[in-house]
């Protein structure tokens, strides 16, 4: 008897077949707060092509693109630099004129009001102000060029020299300043959005902190903490008494640090509290962050891994742009506790119409600032890759 041959099945399915398939390719993706859940396809997966391996010739998209991506990055950070010198030069040529317009000379600080005929063209002459304005200004535009700002009038130095010998000062005091503004203010801007009843008397303190000068807030913890008490140095940077060297240098030094430290800190974090605050209640709002709390993130979790990460530019862009204000806040600090850096600098100079110093004290916070800016442009970089320039853009 013969055998009929078997029918072979059709591999196309029909309409209920292909939903099946469907269904079955597919797996359910459940709210854990809510039990809300839906059906989700699974992520396609591109088919290894060849040379997609992780070989020594793999991927070579990938390289070009990291490649052409560093390439865009140097690029910029290169055209920013580039920038800084005209806006020196810029900044530069108006305090000069500013300067040679202001009443009341050098040779008044350094001759006095009485002086004689004789002394006014000898000291005229010896610092060049008998020339005519321009011709100071090229002299001036010339050494700006070569780096040279010339020599300080009230010190007899090189003002780079001068400025090298007081930055330590200043840099003791608004380093530890800006990493404790950042380290205690961003943690309590962040409580002061999530709790109102908390928030509410972290924000009056900030807004109290923020509204005192330095200068008052200096005085008022000196004296607390100098006069009454008596636990801190009233005003320096050593004791002229003892003759330590070493470690217990370092250690005189710090206890002399911490009321200017804590006052340049004290007015630095209320601007971090309130900054912070405003940046982390506006991600708050955002869809993403009601999704990480449905996916059973915490609050303290869904805000440091998620609200902080997304709203940190906005933080960083205004904290970069305060450097400036900081460093001026700073040279009123070192005047009120007698700290022997920039401001006690600025303060000299001025009251000696010490005109070369006074142009360099400027031209390095403004080159600081700058610098500051750059800094932050970069790490926004490293948060959010999206803005990485392009080849070809322009910085």
């Not at 002086?115 to 006014?120: E, F, N």
């Not at 970069?320 to 006690?344: C, D, I, S, T, Y």
């Not at 004290?361 to 080159?367: E, H, K, P, S």
Request: charged share 20%; hydrophobic share 45%.
């Amino acid at each position: 008897m013969r055998c009929s041959p078997r029918r072979r099945r059709s591999r196309t399915p029909g309409p209920a077949a292909g939903s099946t398939a469907r269904y079955r390719r597919s797996w359910p993706r459940t709210c854990p707060i809510s039990g809300w859940s839906r059906r989700c396809a699974p992520p396609r997966t591109r088919p290894a092509s060849r040379g997609s391996g992780r070989g020594p010739g793999s991927s070579p998209k990938r390289r070009s693109r990291s490649t052409s991506g560093r390439g865009a990055v140097f690029g910029f950070v290169l055209g920013r630099l580039l920038r800084i010198v005209p806006m020196l030069l810029a900044v530069g040529t108006a305090l000069f004129l500013l300067l040679h317009a202001t009443p009341g000379g050098p040779i008044v600080a350094l001759a006095g009001e009485f002086a004689d005929a004789d002394t006014v063209a000898d000291i005229e002459r010896r610092f060049g102000l008998d020339r005519p304005l321009h011709v100071q200004y090229l002299k001036f535009l010339a050494g700006l060029a070569r780096g040279d700002l010339g020599e300080s009038w009230f010190y007899g130095e090189p003002v780079l020299q001068v400025l090298q010998d007081r930055l330590p000062a200043t840099l003791i005091l608004v380093v530890p300043s800006l990493l404790l503004a950042a380290g205690i203010g961003v943690p309590l801007g962040i409580l002061a959005a999530r709790s109102r009843r908390r928030g509410l008397g972290i924000m009056l303190a900030a807004l109290l902190a923020f509204a005192v000068p330095s200068f008052w807030l200096g005085h008022l913890l000196r004296m607390a903490f100098s006069v009454e008490v008596q636990w801190f140095p009233v005003q320096g940077m050593t004791d002229a008494r003892s003759a330590a060297d070493g470690l217990r240098q370092w250690l005189d030094i710090a206890r002399h640090a911490v009321l200017p430290v804590a006052t340049l800190t004290l007015h630095q974090l209320a601007y971090t509290v309130l900054l912070t605050r405003s940046a982390i209640e506006v991600e708050r709002r955002q869809p993403y962050f009601m999704t990480a709390l449905a996916k059973g993130n915490g609050r303290r979790r869904a805000e440091y891994r998620h609200a902080l990460p997304n709203g940190s530019p906005t933080i960083v862009t205004l904290f970069a742009n305060r450097v400036g204000w900081f460093l001026a806040g700073a040279v009123l600090v070192e005047v009120v506790f007698a700290w022997p850096g920039f401001g006690q600098l600025a303060d000299a100079a001025i009251r000696n119409r010490d005109f070369p110093l006074v142009i360099g004290i400027v031209l390095a916070v403004t080159c600081v600032t700058l610098l500051a800016n750059l800094v932050a442009d970069i790490v926004y970089m490293a948060i959010d890759p999206r803005i990485l320039p392009h080849r070809g853009a322009r910085a």
